[in-house]
C-alpha cells in the first residue's frame, strides 16, 4: 500500500473529474432519479447526498479510491484490535484503538474478545452501582439520595459526554440532572457549584491520565466547597480513570470505573467516560439502547459498498470536497436543538484526529489533511450566519442532520404544520436553496446557488439514534485519517502549549522579571 | 471615492508587501521592542497584534487604506445617521444605521439627537418597569413576584442577548434567572418550559417586525403551556418590537418596549432587545455600566490613528488576513468561560453582515468578503481542536481574548497558582506556541510555527468591560464591510430559503405529492 493517496490511480482521476465537477442547478440535474439514486441507509439513518456535486462517475471512483486504500479492511482490523495508533520508525503512543469494542457487546463472537471483555466488567460494575444508587444504599454523606452529578473533565472527557447528555436530557429520569464542569477558569467551577445541594451531589471526576491539569484543578475547587459546607468529598466524589492511573484505587473516591489505552479521550464517549454519566441521568436501558445503536452503525461501515455504507460515502464527500474541490470547511447544521452541543464534539472529534501533518510512514503530507469543522443548529444559523452560506464569497460544504419526529412530543399546529413540521421544512429548503440558487434582476437578490450539502435524516433523536449518529461519525473521521494515511488517533499538537504555559507558570508564581526569555517580555507589556 | 478597494494605491501595495510578510519564528523578530510596540489600550481593552505577521510597513499601509477609503469619516458619518444601508441604484432597505445611538446617552450633545432621544424614552419606561417589579406592583397573574424571565426570539434577538447574559450572569440579582426559545424545534420551548414555574415567569417576546415565524411558533407553544396550567397569558407576556408592528399596542401584551428600523437584528443588543433582558436580571445600574463601555468604545473607534483605535486595527489585520495572506477563517477564542456564547454571536454579527457578493454601488465583488467566523473557549478547546491550529494544513487566524481577574472571585491557588493564572498563563502560551513552533527531530512532533494571532485582555468580565467588547467587535465588523464596500446592514441572502420552507409546507399540509416540483420529490425520497 502507498503511504501518499495522491498517487493512486483514483485519486488521479478524481483530479481529472474535479476540473469539471456537475453544476448543481444546470438545467435537469436535480431530479427525482438523482434523490432516489444518491440516498442511501445504515443502521436506521438516511443520507442524501443528490445534492453534493458528485455524479455516478464521481461516486464510482471514490469505490475505487476506498478499493485501492483497502479503507473497509483496516476499519475491520482497526476492530479486531491492529495496532494504528503509531507512526512507522519514530517514537509514538503505538496502541490499539479499540473504541468500538466497549459496544461491541450483543454478539456471542464480538470483534476483539479481551477489550469486550473488559467493556462488560464495567458495564456490570456500573449496574450494581446504578441498583445501588436506585434502591438507596449509596446515598451522600448526609443520608440524601444524590439528585444531582457533576462530570468534572475536559476534552474527550466532556465534549463527548455533555453533547449527547444534552442530545438526551429529553429521557432523563425524574429527579436526576447532570452539570459539567470543565474549563480552568475559576468560574466555570463557581458558576455550577451556586446552582446545587452539594448533600445531594455526586461528582464523576473523568481523566484518564489520572493527571489532567484542569481537572485536578477543578476536582480541588470542587472539594474545597464540600468542606467548607462540612461535607465529606470522599463521600460523593467517584473516579473514571485508566487502570494503574494515580487516580484509580485511591481512597478519595467510594467507587472507581475504568478505561484503557487502547481508546483515546475524543472517541470514549461509549466507554466509561460517557457511560457512567449516562447511566446515571438515563437508566441502564437507555445507555444500552445507546451502545446498541453504535454498535449498529460500526457493523454499518463495514460494507465495502460505498454506497451502502453511510459513513465511508460521508468521509470520501469530505476528501472530495476539501481535498479535489478545495474548500476548507465543513459545517455540521443539526436541524434539533437537542444536539445544540454536537458540532462542537465533533469540532473536536474531527480536527484533534485529523488536523495533522505527518502521514502513518513519518512523511509529510503533500495534500491538505482534516478541515475546519464548525456548526450551531438550525433554524436559529438561518437568522444568523447563512446570510454568508447563501451569498458569501466562502463556499461551505454542510451536513445537515433532521428528525422527522420530535423528543417530547409537545407540539401544536400553528398555520396549518406542526413545529416539527416547520422544522423539517426549513432544513429541506435551505439544502434546495443552496443548491439552485435564483437569478434575479437586483444583483443584490442573486443567489448564485451551485453550493454542496448532505442531508442525514432520521426518525427521533432518540437513544439508539444518537448511538448510530455518534459511531457514523467517529467512523467518518476514522475513515477520512485512513485516506489522508494519517495517524487520527494521537495529538502531539498539544504538547507544545503545554510546555510553554507551564513556563509562563513558573513566571507567575514570583520567578520575577529579571529573566530576559520571551515570557517575561509577554507578561511585562500585558501588566503595564 | 472608488468602490472596489482593490484599486486603491494602499491595497495594491498590501499585494507586494503580501509576497514576502514577516516570518513569526524568524530569529530575533518577537522581541520585547515589538510587544511594547504593537500593542495598544482603548476603553479599557489592550489589543496586543506583535504576534501577527505584520511589521512597520504594513502597519503603516494599513493606515493608508484606512485614509483612502475614508474609513473612520464613514463611521462618524454612521453615528451621525447617514442613510448606508443601501445599494445604490437598486431597491433596497435604504436606512440609517444607528445602533451606536442607543448607548450615546451619556452626553448632553448625542450624535443623533432624535434616536437616542428615543432610546432614553425607551430606557425611561423600561427603569419604572423595573421598580414596579422590584416594589412589587407588577406581579404575576396569581401575585407572585417574577424570578424567571423567558426571552423569545431568534437571530438577533437571541444570540446577542443570550451571549451577554450568560457573559454576566456572574452579576445577576438574586432570585432572577432568564431562559432563552429560539429555535422552531419544539423541543427547545419543551425543555425550558419543564423547568420552570409559569405562574413566576415573565415572557419576553422579541421581534423588530413582528411577523418572525419561529417567534410566534414559539410564543404559541408557551401561551398554550400558561392556559394549560389555568394562566392568563396576557398577565406574563411583554413585547419588544419595532413601533407599529402587528405586535405593537396589542393586548396580548400587559407592557410593549420599542426597537427602530435604524437598527439591525444583529447590532440590537443594546437596544431594548438586549437592554429589557439585562436590566431585568443585572438591574439598571449593571444596564448602565454596558452601555457605558460600549459608548466608550464607540468613541474610540473614531481615532483616526489606527494604532490608538482598536476596532479599526483589529480590522484591518483581518482584511490582511484573509485578503492578502488567504486565510479562509478567523477563530475567537475567549479564555474565560462566561464567553462560551460569545464567539456564536459574532459568527452571526460577522457573518451575516459580511458574506456578501455584491459591493455598494450594485458591483459584483473581485475579492473576498467576510471570512467564516468559529470558536470555542479555551482552555477547552486546547483539549479539542487546537491539535489541528498547531499542526494541521488549514492555517487559522486567531482572536484570544482574556482578562487577568476571575468574576466570581472564587479560587484557589494549586501548584503554586490560581485557576485565574492557569487560565491566563495557557492562553499566552497558545499565543507563542502558535507563533513560535518548534523543530524536533521526530516530524510528528514539529510545529511549524508561524500561525498567526492577536490578545485582547482587559482586567475583569463586568458589565462595562463587556460593553466594550461588544461594541469592538460591532465597529471592527462595520470597518471590514466599509473596507470592502459592501452594505453591512442587510440580509438578502436569507430571503430564498424563507421562500423555499412555505413551498415545502404547503406540500406538508396535504397538497399531496402528485405535483412533479422539486420538492414533492425530495419529500417522497424523505419519507421513502
Same mark, same amino acid.
Given at each position: 500500500?502507498?503511504?501518499?493517496?495522491? #498517487?493512486?490511480?483514483?485519486?488521479?482521476?478524481?483530479?481529472?473529474?474535479?476540473?469539471?465537477?456537475?453544476?448543481?442547478? !444546470?438545467?435537469?440535474?436535480?431530479? $427525482?432519479?438523482?434523490?432516489?439514486?444518491?440516498?442511501?441507509?445504515?443502521?436506521?439513518?438516511?443520507?442524501?447526498?443528490?445534492?453534493?456535486?458528485?455524479?455516478? *462517475?464521481?461516486?464510482?471512483?471514490?469505490?475505487?479510491?476506498?478499493?485501492?486504500?483497502?479503507?473497509?479492511?483496516?476499519?475491520?482490523?482497526?476492530? !479486531?484490535?491492529?495496532?494504528?495508533?503509531?507512526?512507522?520508525?519514530?517514537?509514538?503512543?503505538?496502541?490499539?484503538?479499540?473504541?468500538? +469494542?466497549?459496544?461491541?457487546?450483543? /454478539?456471542?463472537?464480538?470483534?476483539?474478545?479481551?477489550?469486550?471483555?473488559?467493556?462488560?466488567?464495567?458495564?456490570?460494575?456500573?449496574? #450494581?452501582?446504578?441498583?445501588?444508587?436506585?434502591?438507596? /444504599?449509596?446515598?451522600?454523606?448526609?443520608?440524601?439520595?444524590?439528585?444531582?452529578?457533576?462530570?468534572?473533565?475536559?476534552?474527550?472527557?466532556?465534549?463527548?459526554?455533555?453533547?449527547?447528555?444534552?442530545?438526551?436530557? !429529553?429521557?432523563?429520569?425524574?429527579?436526576?440532572?447532570?452539570?459539567?464542569?470543565?474549563?480552568?477558569?475559576?468560574?466555570?467551577?463557581?458558576?455550577?457549584?451556586?446552582?446545587?445541594?452539594?448533600? $445531594?451531589?455526586?461528582?464523576?471526576?473523568?481523566?484518564?491520565?489520572?493527571?489532567?491539569?484542569?481537572?485536578?484543578?477543578?476536582? #480541588?475547587?470542587?472539594? &474545597?466547597?464540600?468542606?467548607?459546607?462540612?461535607?465529606?468529598?470522599?463521600?460523593?466524589?467517584?473516579?473514571?480513570?485508566?487502570?494503574?492511573?494515580?487516580?484509580?484505587?485511591?481512597?478519595?473516591?467510594?467507587?472507581?470505573?475504568?478505561?484503557?489505552?487502547?481508546?483515546?479521550?475524543?472517541?470514549?464517549?461509549? /466507554?466509561?467516560?460517557?457511560?457512567?454519566?449516562?447511566?446515571?441521568?438515563?437508566?441502564?436501558?437507555?445507555?444500552?439502547?445507546?451502545?446498541?445503536?453504535?454498535?449498529?452503525?460500526?457493523?454499518?461501515?463495514? &460494507? /465495502?459498498?460505498?454506497?451502502?455504507?453511510?459513513?465511508?460515502?460521508? +468521509?470520501?464527500?469530505?476528501?472530495?470536497?476539501?481535498?479535489?474541490?478545495?474548500?476548507?470547511?465543513? +459545517?455540521?447544521?443539526?436541524?434539533?436543538?437537542?444536539?445544540?452541543?454536537?458540532?462542537?464534539?465533533?469540532?473536536?472529534?474531527?480536527? $484533534?484526529?485529523?488536523?495533522?501533518?505527518?502521514?502513518?510512514?513519518?512523511?509529510?503530507?503533500?495534500?491538505?489533511?482534516?478541515?475546519?469543522?464548525?456548526?450551531?443548529?438550525?433554524?436559529?444559523? *438561518?437568522?444568523?450566519?447563512?446570510?454568508?452560506?447563501?451569498?458569501? #464569497?466562502?463556499?461551505?460544504?454542510?451536513?445537515?442532520?433532521?428528525?422527522?419526529?420530535?423528543?417530547?412530543?409537545?407540539?401544536?399546529?400553528?398555520?396549518?404544520?406542526?413545529?416539527?413540521?416547520?422544522?423539517?421544512?426549513?432544513?429541506?429548503?435551505?439544502?434546495?436553496?443552496?443548491?439552485?440558487?435564483?437569478?434575479?434582476?437586483?444583483?443584490?437578490?442573486?443567489?448564485?446557488?451551485?453550493?454542496?450539502?448532505?442531508?442525514?435524516?432520521?426518525?427521533?433523536?432518540?437513544?439508539?439514534?444518537?448511538?448510530?449518529?455518534?459511531?457514523?461519525?467517529?467512523?467518518?473521521?476514522?475513515?477520512?485519517?485512513?485516506?489522508?494515511?494519517?495517524?487520527?488517533?494521537?495529538?502531539?499538537?498539544?504538547?507544545?502549549?503545554?510546555?510553554?504555559?507551564?513556563?509562563?507558570?513558573?513566571?507567575?508564581?514570583?520567578?520575577?522579571?529579571?529573566?530576559?526569555?520571551?515570557?517575561?517580555?509577554?507578561?511585562?507589556?500585558?501588566?503595564?
Amino acid at each position: 500500500m502507498t503511504f501518499n493517496p495522491e #498517487t493512486t490511480a483514483a485519486w488521479k482521476k478524481l483530479g481529472e473529474l474535479a476540473e469539471s465537477p456537475v453544476v448543481l442547478n !444546470a438545467p435537469g440535474l436535480l431530479g $427525482e432519479a438523482r434523490f432516489t439514486d444518491m440516498s442511501t441507509v445504515t443502521a436506521g439513518l438516511k443520507l442524501v447526498y443528490a445534492t453534493q456535486k458528485v455524479d455516478a *462517475q464521481v461516486i464510482s471512483t471514490l469505490q475505487e479510491l476506498a478499493d485501492e486504500l483497502r479503507l473497509v479492511e483496516r476499519f475491520k482490523q482497526m476492530r !479486531a484490535g491492529l495496532v494504528i495508533n503509531r507512526i512507522e520508525g519514530w517514537e509514538s503512543e503505538n496502541r490499539q484503538v479499540l473504541h468500538t +469494542a466497549t459496544r461491541d457487546i450483543f /454478539s456471542s463472537k464480538p470483534r476483539h474478545q479481551e477489550a469486550t471483555g473488559q467493556a462488560l466488567v464495567e458495564l456490570e460494575k456500573l449496574k #450494581t452501582f446504578l441498583n445501588e444508587l436506585d434502591q438507596g /444504599s449509596v446515598r451522600g454523606s448526609t443520608g440524601k439520595p444524590f439528585s444531582s452529578m457533576i462530570n468534572i473533565g475536559i476534552g474527550g472527557s466532556d465534549l463527548g459526554p455533555r453533547s449527547i447528555y444534552e442530545a438526551l436530557k !429529553a429521557y432523563r429520569q425524574p429527579d436526576r440532572s447532570v452539570h459539567f464542569i470543565a474549563n480552568v477558569d475559576p468560574d466555570d467551577a463557581a458558576a455550577v457549584l451556586t446552582q446545587l445541594d452539594l448533600e $445531594e451531589t455526586l461528582v464523576s471526576v473523568v481523566s484518564k491520565s489520572g493527571t489532567t491539569l484542569e481537572t485536578l484543578t477543578n476536582e #480541588t475547587l470542587v472539594r &474545597s466547597a464540600f468542606v467548607e459546607r462540612g461535607l465529606d468529598p470522599n463521600l460523593h466524589c467517584v473516579a473514571v480513570t485508566g487502570k494503574g492511573s494515580p487516580m484509580d484505587n485511591s481512597p478519595s473516591y467510594f467507587r472507581s470505573f475504568h478505561m484503557f489505552d487502547y481508546i483515546g479521550g475524543r472517541f470514549s464517549s461509549t /466507554s466509561m467516560v460517557g457511560a457512567l454519566m449516562l447511566g446515571y441521568a438515563l437508566g441502564m436501558d437507555n445507555l444500552m439502547a445507546f451502545l446498541g445503536g453504535a454498535n449498529k452503525m460500526d457493523d454499518g461501515a463495514e &460494507s /465495502s459498498d460505498i454506497t451502502a455504507n453511510i459513513p465511508l460515502m460521508l +468521509a470520501l464527500i469530505g476528501v472530495w470536497n476539501h481535498n479535489l474541490l478545495g474548500y476548507p470547511t465543513v +459545517a455540521v447544521l443539526p436541524y434539533c436543538q437537542a444536539l445544540h452541543r454536537f458540532p462542537a464534539h465533533l469540532q473536536q472529534c474531527d480536527m $484533534e484526529s485529523n488536523g495533522k501533518s505527518v502521514r502513518i510512514d513519518g512523511s509529510v503530507v503533500t495534500s491538505k489533511t482534516g478541515p475546519i469543522v464548525w456548526g450551531e443548529p438550525g433554524t436559529n444559523g *438561518q437568522h444568523a450566519f447563512y446570510q454568508l452560506l447563501h451569498q458569501g #464569497t466562502e463556499i461551505v460544504p454542510i451536513e445537515f442532520i433532521g428528525f422527522t419526529e420530535s423528543q417530547y412530543g409537545h407540539d401544536l399546529q400553528v398555520s396549518g404544520t406542526t413545529s416539527q413540521q416547520k422544522l423539517v421544512a426549513n432544513m429541506l429548503a435551505q439544502c434546495l436553496a443552496l443548491a439552485q440558487g435564483q437569478d434575479h434582476e437586483n444583483p443584490n437578490k442573486r443567489f448564485a446557488g451551485d453550493r454542496p450539502s448532505s442531508l442525514i435524516i432520521g426518525k427521533t433523536l432518540d437513544p439508539r439514534t444518537m448511538g448510530a449518529l455518534l459511531a457514523l461519525y467517529e467512523a467518518k473521521i476514522v475513515y477520512q485519517g485512513f485516506t489522508w494515511n494519517i495517524n487520527s488517533f494521537d495529538q502531539e499538537g498539544v504538547q507544545l502549549g503545554k510546555v510553554l504555559a507551564e513556563r509562563f507558570l513558573s513566571l507567575m508564581k514570583g520567578a520575577g522579571f529579571d529573566d530576559s526569555s520571551m515570557e517575561s517580555e509577554m507578561l511585562k507589556v500585558l501588566e503595564k
